[in-house]
């Protein structure tokens, strides 16, 4: 009952869906939007790409944010041309299954994220999805915001009507939206940990519970897998981040060096938790790995108790099936019941300090 009303929390403070920006619009195959921003507010109407970058630069004013999801090296081709992106940069875009980075090429800042989104499940299995990833490129010039995203998720509507709610965030230029971003997807990186901890708080209860199982080596080495996939999103995003809050990188001013050391700190935040949910889930195999050692031995000492038991009537069994011509009390009228009793009796003997001995 707990964990379903965490997971009820959860959805009411996850960011609403995207239902305004389709993944697919009539702007293009991969174009979300394309908006010009004149003094940080949107311009009433929309246009295509190449008509709103010349009313921008011939005006001096504003930026165009121009968002896509997926697109390939056909539909990007035209934006990379209009742009003048570096064609490496152009190539990661496209291509995607990159490593967080931030690189410069010719004014252009080229930014890299990993998005991460905690997958909702019933209960932990040996085959469960934890972490579900994805990707936003982001390319940052003077007059020019250029979104591309890869993946299911991590959909930057909602940011984009966040940041519109607040002119005086947006009349920063492009670089208020590349440190929204960035800040959108460690604020995320934070909800999925928070989120697999209650994973891990389930298998280590499971773990140290009365009736602990031998299948849950399963769960643990899953969730050690996804809790993997989510290091390698956020630990390379370390670097970047430290460049963005300790260096000019135009065109990504000064004054943005504090907003960015912020992020860095919740990023830092994250990795600590990483590191010790990796330490904890250690421990937590490691004692399981120790449970069903000693169960294995009880199960040992449990058959070798019983074939000792077992081996006294063997061997009085053993010497009387003997074809001896003369045998000690032969032809004796109690013999039969006299040696039925002596095994019982040795048997129950052995049996008493076995148990005493905590082997049975």
Partial sequence: MIRNLRRAVRRVYRGTVDLSHPARSPLGSAVVNCVLYEDGRRHPSDCPADEALRRVRSSGRGFVWLGLHEPTAAE????????ELHPLAVEDSVHARQQPKVERYDGTLFAVFKTCRYVEHEELTATSEVVDTGEIMVFTGADFVI??????????????????????????GPAAV?????DRVVDDYLVVADSMQHDI???????????AGRGDAGRIYQLKRELLEFK??????????????????????????????????????????IASFDALLDSVLQAHLAQV???QNE??????????????????????????AHMPELRWTYG??????????ACFVIHRGFRRNGWL
């Fill in 336 to 345: 039969y019941p006299a040696v039925l009793c002596v095994m019982a009796v």
């Fill in 293 to 295: 050692t000693v169960a």
């Fill in 178 to 182: 590349l440190h929204a971003i960035a």
């Fill in 201 to 211: 708080d389930a298998v280590e209860t499971a773990v140290f519970s009365e009736h």
């Fill in 76 to 83: 990007f081709a035209g934006v990379a041309e209009l742009f």
């Fill in 147 to 172: 979104t591309v995203r890869h993946g299911s998720h991590g959909s930057l509507g909602p940011l984009r009507e966040g940041l519109e709610a607040t002119p005086e965030r947006l009349a920063q």
């Fill in 232 to 273: 390698r999103a956020v630990s390379p995003l370390d670097r970047p981040l430290q460049a963005l809050a300790s260096q000019v990188m135009e065109p990504v001013g000064p004054g943005f060096q504090p907003y960015f050391r912020d992020v860095a700190g919740h990023l830092a935040r994250t990795a600590e938790q």
């Fill in 299 to 324: 199960d040992m000492r449990k058959i070798t108790a019983w074939a000792a038991i077992v081996a006294v009537p063997t061997m009085v069994c053993g010497v009387y099936g003997m074809n001896f």
